[in-house]
């Protein structure tokens, strides 16, 4: 079983910065994907960024040079960085495990981009 918590998100200005932090606890496996998600009021949960264990990375293209994600292989633990925040960047950030067929999500942290 695996466990993934998130923590960092909260309310900031808009042009703002934020990181997010996704730490996994319980059988994690060497080769797997991490990714983080996103979902704001009324639409629907999208990809936002997404590591590989070999440090793969790919984005989505409405966050490309504003937002990076990282990983700490010895803490398990994946990083958002947020830089550049938009209103639109508002909703409920989710940290997603996928390894073998086994897929993991997190309970979400709230971003809230607002003057």
């Known amino acids: 079983q695996v466990q993934l918590v998130e923590s960092g998100g909260g309310l900031v200005q808009p042009g703002g910065s934020l990181r997010l932090s996704c730490a996994a606890s319980?059988?994690?496996?060497?080769?797997?994907?991490m990714n983080w998600y996103r979902q704001a009021p009324g639409k629907q949960r999208e990809l936002v960024a997404g590591?590989?264990?070999?440090?793969?990375?790919n984005y989505a293209d409405s966050v490309k040079g504003r937002i990076t994600i990282s990983r700490d292989s010895a803490k398990n633990t994946v990083y958002l960085q947020m830089n550049s925040l938009k209103p639109e960047d508002t909703a409920v950030y989710y940290c997603?495990?996928?390894?073998?067929?086994?897929?993991?999500w997190g309970q979400g942290t709230q971003v809230t981009v607002s003057s």
């Open positions: 997603n495990l996928i390894q073998r067929n086994w897929e993991y």
């Open positions: 590591i590989t264990s070999t440090d793969r990375t």
């Open positions: 319980g059988n994690i496996f060497s080769i797997y994907v």
